[in-house]
């Protein structure tokens, strides 16, 4: 008891530390804007509030990132040329599409929401689908203390611009079906088995983020890679507590999932994020990522070489050159 109460102050302090870089302000200070624009054209949902949607299976696969489940969960990591070129064709790629047909494990749920939103600061406001006039929550991100400032909220209208924006929220799981099949073939000693199960099922939960993300663009009418989508956890949204808020917004409880004393999603195999139309919208960390002047095109994993046909050489090369 005392090792693990030893262990949660430490983390709580850390959590709840503020982070000062130099002698700029802290990440909580909205002093000064980012030169994001406030002037382009909000789309509008096909709905306001929350709908559950999923995709079938065939819809799933495309979106599937092949390249990090071959290198990062299949222990493809550091193959090059030929070598990469026979593990793919002669086992990666065969081994997936029999896991994908005989599969009866993933399940995947999706929930979208759309709503009514604007920025006071660094916090994004959404308000109620039916009285525009009414706050719901208050979604809370960090800001850039040097470079361009830039804060996840500066990506919505600010509440004095007189206009309401849109903010898309997701919730996906690919269900409890992948944690119980890992316990079994770990319990039977099936740890290959169990390797490529794990990762199938992790990527199949980011792919159907991926799948709904591409649905919120196409349902939004903007471009096939505008905006970008965020998940808790990462530098431009760190705060997981803000999952409590995502959880009431969207009811994430009706496509069975749950929140641990630490705010992680269960079943594993299940993300929450933030979606943001804006075109200027990028990735950045508090110490790294600027404004881009003109918009940069997000990654789409089923029009690339990740999720598409399998690549003519080795994707590092690739990236390499």
Request: aromatic share 8%; hydrophobic share 40%; glycine share 8%.
């Amino acid at each position: 008891p005392a090792l693990l109460e030893e262990i949660r102050s430490g983390a709580l302090e850390l959590r709840n530390k503020v982070e000062v870089v130099d002698d700029s302000p802290p990440v909580t200070d909205d002093s000064v804007r980012s030169a994001v624009a406030t002037d382009n054209p909000v789309p509008e949902p096909p709905f306001w509030g929350v709908r559950e949607v999923a995709p079938s299976l065939e819809e799933l696969f495309p979106h599937l990132d092949r390249h990090v489940l071959f290198k990062l969960h299949w222990g493809g990591r550091g193959k090059k040329g030929e070598e990469w070129r026979e593990l793919i064709e002669e086992n990666f790629q065969p081994r997936l599409e029999r896991m994908w047909a005989e599969q009866d494990w993933i399940t995947p749920k999706a929930l979208v929401g759309y709503f009514p939103a604007v920025s006071e600061g660094n916090e994004v406001v959404v308000l109620d689908p039916n009285d525009h006039s009414k706050e719901l929550e208050r979604l809370v991100f960090p800001r850039q203390p040097n470079h361009d400032r830039i804060c996840l909220a500066d990506f919505f209208r600010p509440s004095d611009s007189g206009e309401v924006d849109v903010v898309a929220l997701q919730a996906v799981t690919v269900g409890d079906s992948v944690s119980e099949l890992l316990a079994k073939l770990e319990a039977d000693g099936e740890f290959a088995e169990q390797l490529y199960t794990h990762g199938l099922g992790v990527q199949a939960a980011e792919g159907t983020a991926e799948w709904l993300h591409q649905n919120v663009r196409e349902s939004l009418g903007i471009g096939e890679g505008q905006g970008r989508r965020y998940s808790w956890g990462y530098p431009a949204c760190p705060d997981q507590s803000e999952h409590e808020k995502v959880f009431r917004l969207l009811g994430a409880e009706n496509i069975g999932l749950s929140l641990s004393e630490a705010y992680a999603v269960s079943p594993e195999q299940s993300t929450l994020a933030i979606v943001t139309h804006h075109p200027q919208a990028v990735y950045f960390g508090m110490k790294s990522g600027f404004v881009p002047k003109d918009p940069v095109s997000d990654e789409v994993i089923a029009l690339g070489e990740r999720g598409g046909a399998l690549p003519d050489a080795d994707p590092d090369a690739v990236a390499a050159d």
